[in-house]
């Protein structure tokens, strides 16, 4: 069940450098480590400006002291899926919802600025982590489960995306964006993978194990490409 570098390398190896920008964050105190995030947020202000970076760094750090949560949300979701798409294709998938998300939700906050409809202080607030990527990831698990289980795990992750939000800080700009982004994220990689999933044969294969020839299985036709 747990990652580790052999089965699941794109969940272990993530996993360890999130520890380490962690335990970085305490070596360098608060304010030097609030200047990082700051920098790695993907908020309007800085995909302006440094749009690549940003979106790549912005997934590389936590925003509080929560590895231990994480350990167990990508043990159970993250790690499936790599078990049976392989790494690389795990990667894909997590940076799609990472990306496409951001951009869905920030590009207006970026236009609304333009017009003046939002203070400028709206472009800077901070936005990091990893969750845009995990619900996507989730999202894609949600073909991969048995017919039976698929009906209520739609529900029971939306209910969670809803309560994350309610804790949040329901009614600012962030909590609004954030709780946006986590929906388009598992619907992202839900309805955006479902297809090639079923192509590469692995949907309705859970909670039954990954077979050891899962991660390698050809894409139909693949061999006349």
């Known amino acids: 069940m747990l990652p580790s570098p052999v089965s699941t390398p794109f969940t272990f190896w993530y996993l360890v450098v999130l520890l380490a920008t962690t335990a970085l964050q305490h070596l360098l105190g608060e304010t030097v480590s609030a200047r990082l995030l700051e920098l790695a947020s993907t908020d309007a202000h800085n995909l302006w400006h440094r749009p690549v970076m940003s979106l790549v760094s912005s997934a590389l750090w936590l925003g509080d ?3 231990l949560v994480y350990v167990i949300i990508f043990t159970f979701a993250v790690a499936p899926l790599e078990r ?8 894909a ?8 998300a951001t ?15 939002l203070p400028a202080t709206d472009g800077r607030w901070l936005d990091i982590g990893v ?5 996507a990831t989730a999202g894609a698990l949600v073909p991969v489960l048995a017919r ?10 939306e209910a969670g995306i809803v309560v994350i939000y309610l804790i949040d800080g329901p009614g600012t700009l962030g909590g609004i964006v954030t709780f946006a982004g986590h929906l388009i994220a598992l619907h992202i ?13 692995v949907t309705g294969t859970l909670p039954a194990p990954a077979g050891p020839g899962d991660c390698a299985r050809p894409l139909a036709g693949s061999a006349a490409r």
């Open 93 to 100: 998938v997590f940076a799609s919802g990472h990306v496409l």
């Open 189 to 201: 990689g839900m309805l955006g993978w479902w297809r090639w999933l079923g192509r590469r044969g």
């Open 103 to 117: 951009l869905a939700t920030e590009l207006p906050v970026m236009w609304a600025l333009a017009e003046g409809l």
């Open 84 to 91: 049976r798409i392989g790494a690389g294709w795990t990667c």
């Open 65 to 67: 002291d929560g590895w």
């Open 148 to 157: 039976r289980f698929r009906m209520w795990a739609v529900p029971a992750i």
């Open 131 to 135: 969750s845009y990527g995990f619900f």
